[in-house]
Nanobody
């Protein structure tokens, strides 16, 4: 069985930085594309960033130039470096991955980690 476990959320002042991590646990799987989403109260879940197996990246306009997605394939981990944080970045952040496991390609979600940016 495969699980995604996130860490690194917390409270930070506006203009500060945080780094989120998301590690896949289990065995016998292969991770394809990895993504970060966020969801603020009353809002829909928003796709923020994607990184492919070739480490090509894509960002939402709302975070472009401030957030950086990266991955360590040896550790089955994806990161989100968040700089110049704003109060409107406050949300629950989720990692998401397309994982091949038991000959089936499925989409997996982490449990979410809270990021709060104070003004």
């Amino acid at each position: 069985q495969v699980q995604l476990v996130e860490s690194g959320g917390g409270l930070v002042q506006a203009g500060g930085s945080l780094r989120l991590s998301c590690a896949a646990s289990g065995s016998g799987f292969k991770i394809n594309n990895m993504h970060w989403y966020r969801q603020a109260p009353g809002n829909q879940r928003e796709l923020l960033a994607t990184i492919t197996t070739a480490r090509n990246t894509k960002y939402a306009d709302s975070v472009k130039g401030r957030f950086t997605i990266s991955r360590d394939n040896a550790k089955n981990t994806v990161y989100l470096q968040m700089n110049s944080l704003k109060p409107e970045d406050t949300a629950v952040y989720y990692c998401n991955a397309d994982i091949l496991y038991a000959l089936t390609l499925r989409n997996y979600w982490g449990q979410g980690t809270q990021v709060t940016v104070s003004s």
